[in-house]
């Protein structure tokens, strides 16, 4: 029986007993001692909390994959991506730091402007990172501090001498004050600007090392001291409360090389994905992400921020196909589960079209990434004090979602234009293959179906899409519950 009708009945007992002794006269004298008095006294003692009349409507949901391009998540191109090449939500692109640093505590803010707004024009999210140094590319140091007395190294690093010029590197002094005070400035200037934009989806740190990547290999003694690292570190962390920080890598007290990170709230990124990611065993490979967590013990880290990354160059594309494509591949799944990975750079696929094999393997194991939200079960009961809604969501994927302020709506389905109604609910801190109650007050009325959405918060953004069968169905970006 229902709680309700239970509730329903046992709050009507007094009435029970009452009616009895006034029809069956003489029957018992147990049943003469109660009249009208008793019996409302016995009914007001079960508690209005308890007595109400409480209505529930139980919502019909059954799974259905969600979208693989569903927002922050999934397989990530360089920005202004070649069409039809494969679903996504995310665009990333490099910043020169000398284009947006213009003078001591001066910054422009019009390139990075122009690119945030150019992938929102898709629908999509930006991944950026702004970098100093680039091998076979334009500076990024800017011109004021060398007039300042910057001194600046060039040279050519073999290892990514692939053709001509593209070898060499112009590494900054990172020891030098005033390039230390402006790093430490910008990025406050970057956080008092952009954090919690809804038009980025993460920031990898960057500035230091090649491409930004925090290292200068093979010349390590022109890497920044940890000092340097830790005042930039410092100013990430006082900057930016809301946008996901990830750093290149992982590290513990007296790591070789990296200042410690290990109790910070940042991500990370691994940028040789299936290729150095599983820790083998091997004293040669102890660089290899997997490896440099564990040393870290930062292998939970995935549970409160997120992880990314780049698909290692010489895997592009190839790391789906059902033979590797070199003998160093590691499987690509292997990876992805022991890393909880949310988004990765692959120009693999989005750069020639894959064909039939390869994009379907792609579309299987790229569909598990990141978070995927199954609603298992909807209900609302009305009782004299409103309406409550209640939503039983799995996360059936193998990461959270990170990103607050992303709320669940609703609106009724009667063919009317409704403002969305803002539940308040968040789909926050959902771990892999935990359920969640959520629940709220709401007005609606009982037979009546609607919909629940989580609408992108940067106009015009692919919204969050749930897992069911219903998603999409009555409209675009919206799950429809339905008696």
């Keep these: 029986m229902p709680v309700q009708d239970v509730r329903k009945h046992l709050c009507m007992i007094p009435f029970y007993l009452y009616s009895l002794a006034v029809t069956t006269p003489g029957k018992g004298t147990m049943f003469h001692v109660f009249n009208l008095p008793v019996a409302v006294m016995l009914f007001v003692t079960c508690g209005t909390n308890f007595c109400r009349p409480v209505q529930a409507q139980q919502y019909a949901l059954e799974y259905k994959p969600a979208p693989i391009d569903n927002p922050l998540k999934g397989l990530v191109p360089y920005a202004k991506p070649k069409p039809n090449r494969f679903p996504h939500s995310l665009e990333f692109s490099y910043v020169r730091f000398s284009d947006l640093v213009t003078g001591p505590d001066q ?79 910008f990025i406050a200037a970057l956080g008092k600007k952009y954090d919690g934009d809804a038009r980025i989806g993460y920031i990898t740190a960057g500035l230091l090392g090649m491409w930004g990547e925090w290292h200068n290999h093979p010349k390590d003694e022109l890497w920044a001291s940890k000092q340097t690292q830790t005042e930039v570190l410092e100013a990430f962390e006082s900057a930016f409360n809301k946008t996901p920080i990830l750093l290149r890598y992982p590290a513990g007290e007296g790591h070789y090389q990296q200042a410690a990170n290990h109790t910070r709230a940042f991500g990370y990124h691994d940028d040789s994905f299936a290729y150095a990611t599983l820790d083998t065993g091997k004293k040669q490979d102890d660089w290899f992400f997997e490896k440099q967590m564990l040393s870290a013990g930062t292998t939970q880290r995935w549970k409160t921020q997120p992880i990314g990354g780049e698909i290692r160059p010489e895997v592009w594309g190839c790391c789906f196909d059902d033979e590797p494509c070199t003998p160093e591949t590691q499987p690509f799944a292997k990876c992805r589960d022991a890393m909880h990975v949310t988004w990765l750079m692959d120009t693999g696929l989005f750069r020639d079209q894959a064909d039939t094999k390869r994009l379907a393997n792609a579309q299987r194991e790229v569909h598990k990434m990141g978070y995927e939200f199954f609603v298992q079960s909807a209900s609302v009961q009305r009782s004299s004090d409103g309406a409550k809604l209640q939503l039983e969501i799995k996360n059936t994927g193998i990461a959270p979602f990170y990103h607050p302020g992303w709320t669940i709506k609703l609106i009724p389905v009667d063919g009317k234009d409704h403002d969305e109604v803002d539940t308040g609910l968040e789909l926050t801190g959902i771990l892999p293959g935990e359920v969640k109650i959520l629940a709220c007050d709401v007005a609606v009325e009982l037979g009546q179906n609607f919909l629940i959405g989580v609408p992108n918060p940067m106009p015009g953004g692919k919204p969050l899409r749930f897992a069911n069968i219903t998603q999409d169905r009555d409209q675009l970006g919206w799950l429809t519950l339905e008696d």
Excluded: C, M
């Design 107 to 185: 910054y422009d803010w019009q390139p990075l402007e122009q690119l945030l707004e150019d992938v929102k024009s898709r629908g999509n999210q930006t991944i950026f990172r702004v970098y100093l140094e680039y091998p076979g590319g334009k500076s990024g140091i800017p011109q004021f501090l060398i007039d300042g007395g910057l001194k600046v190294h060039r040279w050519k690093n073999a290892d990514v001498a692939w053709d001509g010029e593209k070898g060499w590197v112009e590494t900054p002094d990172y020891e030098d004050p005033n390039l230390r005070k402006t790093l430490q400035e």
